[in-house]
């Protein structure tokens, strides 16, 4: 079997890795760690390192973070209370904690999104965990981020703090429902997308009747998106990732 692609999902709750193959199917187990608080970056590549040494050959890298990733650098990393991660390279530091390996990094909901698109209209993936994050795609070709989550939805609450996991854990989740309901809502009237994909920890506790524009996705995609990243028409000179169009994955949404 030739070397797969080592996949890396950072959230604020847990740290998850696998091997895949090229079209996102897992080689091997995945593992899960939780996320220490706070999460410096030499921490994380400690906590990595120990997550991935049993795994098999891997050629490749995919890393989904959640924050502002541009060009392999971190801008933002809210939930991982650190302010060392401003401006630090991850793909770079990745890359060499693991044997040199080239790095493909992506914002953790962008990358989630690349196994759920069916690569027709314009599709929204909304991330429901930590906090709430979102990947937007035409015609599966993933558009500029946007931090939705930290753009105020009601009063002074941001999409993080008002449907976010503490907040779920506060109001419960009857008002949660309500609240996500209301979310949907207005990224209909803000984008008008074609479909939205639940994804995240929390799409499990999602219990509206939901359009038949919106589904839940697997919660592995967060994982065998990093097959899709690495499926580029275009490449930057440094073998970075650029916006471009993929061939759909493995993962299935249910309604």
């Not at 630090?88 to 990358?111: E, M, T, W």
Request: glycine share 12%; proline share 5%.
């Amino acid at each position: 079997m030739k070397p797969g692609i080592l996949a890396i999902d950072i959230g604020g709750t847990g740290l998850k890795a696998t091997v895949i193959d090229d079209r996102g199917h897992m080689q091997v187990e995945r593992v899960r760690v939780a996320t220490p608080h706070p999460c410096p970056p030499a921490l994380l590549l400690e906590k990595l390192r120990e997550m991935v040494a049993p795994f098999p050959d891997y050629d490749r890298i995919a890393i989904g973070f959640p924050g502002v990733v541009r060009k392999g650098h971190v801008y933002t990393a809210a939930h991982l209370e650190s302010q060392e991660w401003i401006g630090y390279d991850l793909a770079g530091a990745v890359s060499q904690a693991l044997g040199g390996k080239p790095v493909r990094l992506l914002n953790d909901a962008d990358l989630q999104g690349l196994a759920l698109i069916s690569g027709h209209g314009l599709e929204l993936v909304m991330t429901l965990g930590t906090g709430v994050g979102t990947g937007l795609y035409r015609d599966g070709e993933l558009m500029p981020h946007m931090e939705i989550a930290h753009h105020p939805i009601h009063k002074n609450k941001t999409y993080d703090e008002y449907l976010g996991e503490a907040e779920r854990k506060k109001i419960g989740r009857k008002r949660w429902n309500k609240r996500l309901a209301r979310a949907l809502e207005l990224m209909d009237i803000l984008l008008r997308p074609d479909h939205i994909y639940l994804g995240g920890g929390n799409s499990a506790r999602v219990d509206l009747k939901l359009d038949k524009h919106v589904s839940i996705g697997s919660n592995d995609a967060g994982l065998e998106g990093g097959a899709f990243v690495w499926k580029t028409d275009r490449q930057s000179a440094a073998g970075k990732p650029t916006a471009t169009k993929v061939t759909r994955g493995s993962s299935k949404a249910r309604k």
